[in-house]
Structure formats: structure tokens, C-alpha cells
């Protein structure tokens, strides 16, 4: 039996964008050159998504499940994952690499996402790697912890550490802001933007919660505490996320699975071997 044929523990979600989502899938139903294969649900596909809602660039988005990979998409990508670009025919993938794509072949749609300064944009490209080298992992260690399964000390070490690294994601913002950049929006937003909105699962899953200091209870770092609380706010108003989020009802599953460390999917599996982002 083929791969693509047996049922993925995974491949059980709800099938389509709900929520202010919906309505954006179908408005990119028809039928053009640039076709984004995407997952509703996908963090990584959202990264992407935001970036051609923002530039208002023309594109067909088609639904795959990556957990039941279609033909169309194992021919498009031989990593079977989302999200996926073709263009012109051709295809394309790794999401962080999709974003700086549309950023070049699409110089006239404003906005622009990448500084022109070239040590500014190598800093926004330091910033990047971090997001998905450090931070995205971290989510996912905190994420799957299971304490009942390997001791509660280790549940605080992994909140410790991926609020460390969002600490140090923020020192690293300008002053004002309110985006990591300043006043315009960038490809660093775009790259933990998906993340940020999906924050929630702690405070949903975990016993504890994600422990953020609220506003006031930063201590000495309170200062980087609200700058942290100031780009989230800015993030989460954005029309782009807004307009690429789903129901949180339809998220719950999938996050319930990774919550109890059973999904197995290649970003949890990942996970457990302690490695990185597939
Ligand atoms: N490094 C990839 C990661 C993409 C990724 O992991 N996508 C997930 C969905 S959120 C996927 O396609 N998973 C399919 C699988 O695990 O088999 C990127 O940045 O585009």
C-alpha cells in the first residue's frame, strides 16, 4: 500500500478554514498561476498566507491535508508538507523562504517587508533563524511536556525556557515599536506572528499556564515585559492574522494531541527527538 493511502493518526481534522478564514479561502478559490497549497490550521502556512494578504497578491489557495498527503502535493514538494508554493508551475516551499520569495518577485506591492539597509535586513534574518531555531522549538517542548509522564520540575524548565527566549526575542525590538522594526511591519512579525496568536494553548492544556508576567509584574524585566505585550497587541490587530485565523473551537483537536504528546505529526516527532523544525 502506498504511503499516502494509510490512515495518519493526524489526518482526522476539520477540513476547512472557519472563522474570519473562510471567507478569505473564498475569495482565492479561482483558479491562478500562483497557487499556495495550505493547511487552515498550520502556523507555518499562516506565515505565508499573511504575507499575500498584505501585499494583496492575487493567488489560488487550495486545502491539502498534509497528514493525508495528496499526489499533487508529494510532486510539488518531496517533504509532503505545508506550506507549498507553485509558481508559474514551478514549486517552491520552506515557509521562511516562500515570505522572502514573495518579497522579491512581487517588488510593487507594497508593503514592503524587508528593510532596504543590508545590515538591517541581515539583522531581521539573525531574528528569523531565532524565531525557528529557538523559539518554535521551545513552544513545542513546553507544548508535549508531559509532567505526569516525566516530573513537574521539568514542566517549569520548559516554560522557563521558552519565556527566556521570548524575553530575549523582545529586548532585541525597537524601543517604540510597536512592531520589532518600529512603526512598519517586517518579516520577523511575520514569522512568530502565528505563533503569538496561538499562545493560548498554554493557559487551555497546560496545568500552570504559559506565566507571562501580567502588566506590572515584570519585576526587573518589566520593561522588555511590556514591550513584549505592546508587538503582541499590534500583531493581533493586524488585519492579515486576523484574516487568516480560523475558529479556535476547530484548533482544539489538534492542539489536545500535541498537548498529550500523541500527535505525530513531523514537528512533534521532531519534538521528541530532540530536534528541530522539520
Ligand atoms: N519547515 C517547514 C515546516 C512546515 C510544516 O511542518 N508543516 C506541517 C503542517 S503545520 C506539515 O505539513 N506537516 C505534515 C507532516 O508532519 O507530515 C516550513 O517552514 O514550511
Known sequence: MSQQKQSHPDSNLYPEATGLASPTVKAHAAEHPLKLYAGWFCPFVQRVWIVLEEKKIQYQYIEVNPYHKPQSLLELNPRGLVPTLQHNNKPLYESTVLCEFLEEAYPDHPPHLQPSDPYERARTRIWTDFVTTRIIPAYHRFLQYQAAR??????????????????????????????????????????????????????????????????????????????????????EGRKSLKETTSAREHYLPIYQRYADDVAQSEMAKATRLGRGVP
Open 150 to 235: 516525566d516530573g513537574a520540575e521539568g514542566l517549569q524548565e520548559a516554560r522557563a525556557e521558552f519565556l527566556r527566549y521570548l524575553k530575549e526575542f523582545a529586548a532585541e525590538m525597537h524601543g517604540e515599536g510597536p512592531f520589532f522594526l518600529g512603526e512598519e511591519l517586517s518579516l520577523v512579525d511575520v514569522v512568530l506572528a502565528p505563533w503569538a496568536v496561538r499562545l493560548w494553548v498554554f493557559d487551555h492544556f497546560k496545568e500552570g499556564g504559559l506565566g507571562l508576567p501580567g502588566e506590572g509584574k515584570g519585576g526587573e524585566d518589566e520593561q522588555v515585559w511590556a514591550r513584549w505585550r505592546k508587538w503582541v497587541a499590534a500583531v
